[in-house]
């Protein structure tokens, strides 16, 4: 009985997470062969690289954390993108991917985080936010990450 179940609850979880879209953008992104997937990334807008970001990142398995890159060499210009993400979103999931952006940013020297105090102040209330814990230490510690860089 709970083995017929997990489709089902897997199926609510990933409809809760991502809302009532159809996902076709991206569900047609990873319809595609994955080797270049960076790559055909880097061809769309901000907004549609952020969408496929997330459904790749929350959705698919493994994880397609690869394509946090794209989105970090826009570096300040995303910027007023990710912080309004992160300002709309009360989801701890957000919260950690936003940040693995931001964590990439630092990491590539495509925008300076730990220089950005305002940005800085939105990620350690975002964080300090989050309802789990285990996420939350996660993203502590990435954070921390970020602020130790050099």
Not at 60 to 71: D, N, Q, S, T, W
Not at 87 to 106: G, K, P, Q, T, V
Not at 129 to 144: F, H, P, S, T, V
Request: charged share 30%; hydrophobic share 40%.
């Amino acid at each position: 009985m709970v083995t017929a179940l997990r489709p089902i609850t897997l199926a609510l979880t990933c409809f809760i997470m991502l809302g009532c879209r159809d996902h076709r953008l991206e569900k047609g992104f990873f319809d595609k062969p994955p080797g270049d997937r960076v790559g055909r990334l880097r061809q769309y807008s901000l907004a549609d690289q952020y969408k496929i970001f997330r459904y790749g990142n929350d959705v698919k398995e493994p994880p397609a954390m690869e394509l946090a890159g794209p989105i970090a060499e826009r570096g300040t210009a995303a910027v007023p993108f990710l912080t309004d993400q992160l300002n709309a979103s009360a989801d701890d999931i957000a919260i950690r991917d936003i940040l693995l952006i931001f964590e990439r940013m630092e990491a590539s020297g495509s925008y300076d985080v730990k220089a950005d105090p305002a940005l800085l102040g939105v990620l350690t209330s975002r964080v300090s936010g989050m309802k789990d814990k285990e996420w939350q230490a996660i993203c502590n510690k990435k954070l921390r990450g970020i602020k130790d860089s050099r």
